[in-house]
């Protein structure tokens, strides 16, 4: 089933994509989703998520909702993560 989501990114300065927010349509699965992020974009996001960026879906993480086999809904709300670091 297709749905419109909205994808908003927080990147690091060298990682530009846009400044505004992206409403692609997609499959409603979350594989389905990051591949069409990665076509739309250009950005690598499955590669990123596996180096320690986040994702998160209507405010609850990528990581939770993918062992819960979530499916995404029409409007949800996407936000794309840098890594964190610290020292």
Sequence with gaps: M???IKVRYFV???ETIGNEDLIIETENTLPDAIKTIEKVTGFP???KLNRGYGM???GR????LQKEGFTLSEGDKVVILPKLGGG
């Excluded at 993480?61 to 939770?64: A, H, I, K, N, T």
């Design 45 to 47: 996001l499955s590669y």
């Design 12 to 14: 690091t300065e060298d």
């Design 61 to 64: 993480s990528y990581y939770l």
């Design 56 to 58: 998160l879906v209507n």
């Design 2 to 4: 297709k749905v419109s």
